[in-house]
T-cell receptor, first 116, second 112 residues
Framework: GAVVSQHPSRVICKSGTSVKIECRSL??????MFWYRQFPKKSLMLMAT?????????EQGVEKDKFLINHASLTLSTLTVTSAHPEDSSFYIC????????????FGQGTRLTVV | GQQLNQSPQSMFIQEGEDVSMNCTSS?????WLWYKQDPGEGPVLLIA???AGELTSNGRLTAQFGITRKDSFLNISASIPSDVGIYFC????????????WGAGTKLIIKP
């Protein structure tokens, strides 16, 4: 299957600092990528849809100024958690689908963010 | 947000047993996807189903797309320790642009 690489896999940061998470599609181009947040023992919760060359679409309740998304190329989307707080600690996962009309989503390895 | 109804929530089985889990929806889906997630990792796609009635296998895994297009099941035969993990069903709603709706997951635990 297609490969999506997410970096870093783990990050610990201090409250008030910002953290950037990268999501790359390694062997295909993705005009759309998705960012999820996953709480312990829960399913994936869609945060936003990242669109190459345009603004991201955020789900209800997700603060766009808090979670900045940039999709500057067809293979890279970044999620920046700004002014992080301990409640932002979570598992963040990105996904992307190759090909037009291909709904098979491939996921990055996830990023465990811990804010201390 | 909207979720698929996935059951059971968890399963405790003996190694070698067969496993079955399913997902249902109140609306029609054109695609059903089954994923497995190991702790601390992103979900990995196991099987993708595109046609109503389709039965697809991937090794010891078999999944079917229900005729009504509102349900799907995943079977694992002769379970082994590495099957442990959380299994999710997912599918794009009719009006989505690759966006997926997720089941709550089935946690598979294999008793020693």
């Amino acid at each position: 299957g297609a490969v999506v690489s997410q970096h870093p896999s783990r990050v610990i940061c201090k409250s008030g600092t910002s953290v950037k998470i990268e999501c790359r599609s390694l062997d295909f181009q993705a005009t759309t990528m998705f960012w999820y947040r996953q709480f312990p023992k829960k399913s994936l919760m869609l945060m936003a849809t990242s669109n190459e060359g345009s603004k991201a679409t955020y789900e209800q309740g997700v603060e766009k100024d808090k979670f900045l998304i940039n999709h500057a190329s067809l293979t890279l989307s970044t999620l920046t958690v700004t002014s992080a707080h301990p409640e932002d600690s979570s598992f963040y996962i990105c996904s992307a689908s190759p090909g037009v009309g291909n709904t098979e989503a491939f996921f990055g390895q996830g990023t465990r963010l811990t804010v201390v | 947000g909207q979720q698929l109804n996935q059951s059971p929530q968890s399963m405790f089985i003996q190694e070698g047993e067969d496993v079955s889990m399913n997902c249902t929806s109140s609306s029609i889906f054109n695609t059903w996807l089954w994923y497995k997630q190991d702790p601390g990792e992103g979900p990995v796609l196991l099987i993708a189903l595109y046609k109503a009635g389709e039965l697809t296998s991937n090794g010891r895994l078999t999944a079917q797309f229900g005729i009504t297009r509102k349900d799907s099941f995943l079977n694992i035969s002769a379970s082994i320790p590495s099957d442990v993990g959380i299994y999710f069903c997912a599918g794009p709603p009719m009006d989505s642009n690759y966006q997926l709706i997720w089941g709550a997951g089935t946690k598979l635990i294999i008793k020693p």
